[in-house]
């Protein structure tokens, strides 16, 4: 049997995901229809039907946060892994809250995670993330190089070497 999360199961929820761990988040659709725009719109209903996600409970908790009008949790004292999966989920489901906050975030643990956070502005298009970690990255091979950045990014950064 799956749990229910203790912030996110208002009885009057009109959805209800899953988490990959099993833990079961009922949401108002109409607060993901104004705060995010990668899940289905509100009229499109669910028919009671779970719909699971691939993201982890404890991910999900915080980025349904950024879902409803209340003060947005703070991500001060979030290891970077819990910053990535969080930043990964924000720009999947597009919560654009979460993603600047997390983008910001992420600059933080610099110099440490430095390939991580070019791969991930890379992905998410966050160029001056990526400016920002180049010359950390100065020593990383080309063939390296090639496998994370997108062709409208690697020339600038060929050129920079």
């Known amino acids: 049997m799956s749990r229910k999360s203790s912030m996110f199961n208002a009885p009057d929820a009109d959805v209800v995901f899953q988490s990959c761990d099993g833990v079961l988040f009922g949401i108002h659709s109409v607060n993901l229809?104004?705060?995010?725009e990668g899940f289905p719109p509100a009229e499109i209903a669910t028919k009671g039907e779970i719909c699971p996600l691939s993201e982890s409970s404890a991910t999900l908790e915080v980025l349904f946060q950024f879902s409803y009008p209340r003060r947005h949790p703070a991500l001060d004292n979030f290891s970077f892994a819990d910053v990535a999966a969080l930043a990964e989920a924000a720009e999947k489901y597009q919560v654009y809250s979460a993603m600047n906050l997390c983008h910001l975030r992420m600059k933080e643990f610099l110099p440490n995670h430095a390939a991580e956070i070019l791969t991930y502005a890379a992905r998410h298009d966050y160029p001056m993330v990526v400016a920002e970690v180049a010359p950390l990255l100065i020593d990383?091979?080309?063939?390296?190089?090639?496998?994370i950045l997108p062709p409208h990014i690697l020339l600038p950064h060929t050129l920079f070497e």
């Open 140 to 147: 990383m091979s080309l063939v390296e190089v090639v496998k």
């Open 33 to 36: 229809q104004t705060h995010t």
